[in-house]
């Protein structure tokens, strides 16, 4: 039964289509074959008559007459076009003089009928010249001159007048020093140990005031036209040479030669060093640190070798003011200055607390720091060259330390001969005690050696 009602609906969708879409065209396309075939022939006849191919061809003629007219007209109209930042070319003895005060570049406005312009502007030829020919050193004024491609064409030159002054080129002997561009380009672990050239010396040219201008001439390296970024040497060719005055600016001489091939020497310095914990503000009261421990205890840093020999060890500091319970931090290390790249930074530090207990340590005795080398520092009496240290922490921590392991000290950076009261300073290897003298201040007698 489907199957049969199904069929009914199909048929009916195709009589649907057959009546109201295939008939009606069919219908329309018919009578328009019609229409052309009754016409075609009196077509052919009207375009076979001599008036019809007179007034046709007439008609054509006064349409392209027109066109032709129209564009000549546009093209034959006068107009003007400007030629921007044209180079100005300068023909003088360039070894023997130096020019002051002539344009870099001009503008040109060309002024004429449209077409000529066009020509003009398609020329390859634009050359705008002086001739200093035969001029002696001295102020003179010189007219800019245009080759002009057509002679049909106007033309004004900005400026077209220069007042220009010419100075006899002198040359001096002068010492080349590098300058690194784009140091932070560079790997972190690597740095550059040296530049080597061939020949330190340059001859400056110019005019005499230029030349007394010049403070420095420098090699200019540029780590970002490294070919290759990796420990050893790397030459580097083509470097610039460019001259400066003591504020810095750039002055305009010529150098020989004005470029250099150099050996650049890079290197990866590197140190491995401890890691120091550093407590600071006052713990809750009656409470000392037990235990400080951290996950890495080293760390290894990169950076030039005279920041690295200069550093012992990586300082973390952790706030423990007020702190009474055991505590975890997760401090990010700091890199220090002239450091570029280390091997950990972060850490997680554990601190844990217990009760707090009291020591007395006597007969610390006490440094001078810090004191020119002319002079010699000693204690007025005996009571002052040692003292009592109070130490401070949890009973296992502090019964570890000794006296040796404190260190109280002077400064006396800036003393001169005399007697003084000085201050005296504390410093403990163990941080997790606080120290204090029992003595704050001793007298002491600075004399010459």
Request: hydrophobic share 40%; aromatic share 6%.
């Amino acid at each position: 039964m489907k199957n049969k009602k199904n069929k009914k609906r199909r048929l009916k969708i195709v009589g649907f289509i057959d009546k109201k879409i295939i008939l009606p065209v069919t219908k329309f396309i018919v009578n328009i074959s019609k229409i052309f075939n009754k016409s075609s022939q009196k077509v052919e006849k009207w375009l076979s008559s001599t008036n019809t191919l007179l007034f046709v061809s007439l008609f054509l003629a006064i349409t392209v007459f027109i066109m032709i007219d129209q564009r000549l007209l546009i093209l034959t109209e006068n107009s003007a076009e400007v030629l921007k930042s044209q180079k100005v070319n300068v023909i003088y003895n360039e070894e023997s003089y130096v020019i002051e005060g002539l344009p870099e570049t001009v503008d040109v406005t060309l002024i004429g009928n449209k077409a000529d312009l066009y020509f003009a502007k398609q020329s390859p030829a634009h050359n705008i010249t002086v001739d200093l020919t035969g001029l002696k050193p001295g102020t003179h004024k010189v007219n800019i001159k245009y080759d002009q491609v057509l002679p049909s064409i106007e033309y004004k030159i900005n400026p077209s007048v220069a007042t220009i002054i010419i100075y006899p080129k002198v040359s001096e002997t002068r010492t080349l020093s590098v300058d690194i561009l784009n140091s932070d380009s560079l790997n972190d672990r690597l740095v550059i140990e040296d530049v080597n050239i061939d020949n330190d010396k340059v001859v400056i040219k110019g005019a005499e005031h230029k030349l007394k201008e010049v403070a420095t001439v420098k090699a200019l390296v540029d780590v970002k036209k490294l070919e290759k970024q990796e420990v050893g040497k790397i030459l580097l060719k083509d470097i610039p040479l460019k001259a400066y005055d003591n504020n810095g600016k750039l002055v305009d001489v010529e150098i020989v030669p004005n470029k250099i091939d150099a050996k650049v020497e890079i290197d990866s310095p590197s140190k491995e060093l401890p890691i120091k914990i550093i407590p600071t503000g006052e713990l809750a009261f009656g409470v000392g640190i037990e235990s400080i421990t951290s996950s890495a205890n080293k760390v290894t840093v990169y950076g030039d070798k005279d920041v690295l020999a200069k550093l012992k060890y990586i300082p973390i500091n952790i706030d423990v003011k007020d702190l009474k319970d055991n505590k975890t931090y997760k401090m990010e290390i700091n890199k220090p200055v002239g450091v570029k790249s280390m091997d950990i930074n972060n850490v997680t530090i554990d601190v844990t607390v217990g009760s707090v207990s009291n020591k007395e340590l006597k007969d610390v005795n006490i440094e001078y720091r810090n004191l020119d080398d002319k002079y010699i520092a000693q204690g007025i009496s005996a009571s002052d060259t040692v003292i009592s240290v109070g130490l401070k922490g949890v009973k296992s921590v502090i019964d570890k330390i000794e006296s040796d392991d404190i260190n109280a000290y002077l400064d006396l950076e800036g003393y001169t001969e005399g007697e003084y009261e000085v201050d005296v300073k504390i410093e403990g290897d163990d941080l997790r005690a606080t120290y204090t003298p029992k003595t704050k201040k001793v007298k002491i007698k600075i004399t010459k050696k």
